[in-house]
């Protein structure tokens, strides 16, 4: 893995303290780059307040109907899911602080707890309404945003009884964590050692391809279930009572779950060793897309070159979790690091004053402002336009205060000196020019009705949110661009073909996946014609409440 660790982190470590500083492009003064967007970098009810319009957008229609969105797929609804429960915990948060999300408040109004209590029980019409036959039996890592979502879900509910005193939820937690757990247990034996070492294969229906978000969901859902995963005894396997008139099979009971087992600590800790030495970095410290397993061979010995935004981001959280874990502070460090890869792959930390060369492809965007290689040339799949506000939503994760309390989970989290908390807030606190850039941006490119376009550098480079080639950028040598080209899934090496499609080799839950490729369907829906490609959709709003959710929760980093 290449990892870039600034000397003074290294250095301070050796000496047995905990100073870890940004590196020397992380703050300059604003001047110096005429091109980073200008605003409000402290206004905290500014962020607060475009935070709730750009989530109102998300949860009206024509996006939502009241039980869910309509027009996306299932992983993804999963996602902007998490996206509105993740916003609950930031406004519980800011009742106990007294920074209030009302227009103009310090402190908390009626009208924010009517806000939660809005957006709580959008998330419980999801429960109600999730599609949960289809992502069932969908690929590994759909099954493990379903687990993430239910978290999410639990920590906003102890975390707004917590702050504000509220048995808002309690009664449903058994539900979420039931979920969690029927998705959870799809994968938690998919840790392959006969193919790469180790890993999981992304999609069963597919031949063999360890991809990096599988992988880094495995981290991120493992250590998630060890730290907030409260228990469940029911047995029921099924995650719907039509499940098996509608796929005709029949599941095992399902194996109680304990809190806090070590067996989620585990792992979590094996996947990220194996993900650390199975080289899934590219020469500039960026995560390539995954490894194929030529035939008659047994190690990933054929590396996908493509990068996308938000495998830098997923592993971000559970490196965080890992820290608090296990109190080992190797993984907040190797976090930073790749943090800071992103930042400098966006033109961030060009030669002052230089707009020529900030302007330049750095790696995932450009002028500072993060990019799929799809986004300018308007042909992103419905898949990588949700893929920027997953990235901001597991940095924002990542970017959490740590603990220095006594932690509510006793002997299994660690708490950190304040030496280091203020450390850890001081780095993320730095990041924050740049996060503000990227959700200006995004904000940028609203319509007249609040919806936020794909391609938030746009704007920067004085264009509309429309198809612009010249703007396209060739994809890296190597690559094959699969989630944007979904065609190649039926040709070698995706399609499952000879010794790479035996039962045995592929694994399975339920004995047998619902008839036909569950890749499929992402490739054949309409596309909307609203301005090039897909135009602005739920996934481009969704990626838009990543962004500013994230300016808004680390600029409360006190």
Wanted: hydrophobic fraction near 35%.
């Amino acid at each position: 893995m290449v990892l870039t660790y600034d000397f003074a982190i290294l250095s301070a470590l050796a000496e047995g303290t905990f100073a870890i500083i940004a590196n020397a492009g992380t703050v300059s003064p604003a001047d110096s780059h005429p091109w980073r967007a200008a605003g409000p970098h402290h206004n905290t009810s500014y962020w607060s307040n475009e935070l709730k319009k750009t989530l109102d957008v998300m949860q009206d229609e024509p996006f939502w109907n009241g039980t869910y969105w309509p027009d996306t797929i299932q992983w993804i609804g999963a996602f902007l899911n998490t996206l509105v429960a993740s916003s609950e915990r930031s406004f519980a948060s800011a009742l106990e602080t007294g920074d209030g999300a009302s227009s103009g408040a310090h402190s908390p109004s009626d009208s924010d707890q009517a806000g939660i209590t809005k957006y709580y029980s959008d998330v419980r019409a999801y429960f109600d309404t999730e599609d949960v036959i289809q992502i069932f039996d969908a690929a590994y890592d759909d099954a493990q945003w379903v687990v993430l979502e239910w978290l999410e879900a639990i920590r906003f509910i102890y975390q707004d009884d917590n702050y504000a005193s509220s048995a808002q939820g309690k009664a449903d937690i058994a539900r979420f964590a039931h979920r969690a757990h029927i998705f959870y247990n799809i994968v938690q034996d998919q840790f392959d050692t006969s193919l790469c070492e180790g890993g999981i294969t992304w999609n069963p229906s597919l031949a063999p391809y360890k991809n990096a978000i599988t992988n880094e969901l495995f981290l991120s859902s493992s250590i998630a279930m060890y730290l907030c995963f409260p228990g469940d005894s029911n047995t029921d396997p099924y995650p719907s009572p039509a499940y098996m008139n509608a796929t005709n099979t029949t599941l095992p009971a399902l194996p109680p779950l304990a809190a806090h087992g070590p067996v989620f600590l585990s792992n979590a800790i094996r996947e990220y060793s194996w993900f650390q030495s199975h080289n899934f970095t590219n020469a500039q410290g960026l995560v390539v897309d995954g490894f194929h397993v030529s035939e008659g061979q047994t190690t990933c010995d054929e590396r996908n070159e493509m990068v996308y935004t938000y495998n830098q981001g997923v592993l971000l959280s559970g490196l965080r979790q890992l820290w608090e874990a296990t109190g080992d502070i190797q993984y907040l460090i190797e976090g930073y690091a790749f943090v800071e890869t992103v930042i400098n792959a966006t033109g961030w930390y060009s030669t002052p004053g230089s707009h020529e060369e900030a302007g330049q492809w750095a790696g995932l965007g450009r002028n500072g402002i993060l990019e799929d290689y799809c986004d300018a040339p308007a042909n992103c799949s419905q898949d990588n336009q949700i893929f920027k506000g997953i990235y901001f939503h597991h940095l924002d994760l990542f970017c959490e205060a740590l603990p220095t309390r006594t932690p509510l989970i006793k002997g299994v989290t660690f708490t950190a000196s304040l030496e280091l908390a203020a450390e850890h807030a001081g780095k993320c606190r730095a990041y924050l020019p740049w996060i503000r850039h990227n959700a200006r941006a995004a904000l940028a490119t609203r319509n007249d009705t609040g919806v936020v376009g794909g391609w938030w550098g746009a704007g920067s480079v004085g264009k509309s949110q429309q198809s612009w080639s010249a703007y396209a950028v060739p994809k890296p040598e190597g690559s094959i661009d699969e989630k944007n080209e979904a065609w190649v899934l039926g040709e070698v090496p995706w399609k499952c073909r000879g010794w790479h499609c035996h039962a045995g080799r592929q694994g399975s839950r339920a004995g047998a996946l619902v008839t036909g490729n569950p890749m499929r369907a992402r490739s054949e829906r309409s596309s909307d014609v609203n301005d090039q490609g897909r135009g602005r959709t739920v996934e481009t709003q969704g990626s838009g409440v990543g962004v500013v959710k994230a300016a808004y929760d680390i600029g409360r980093i006190e």
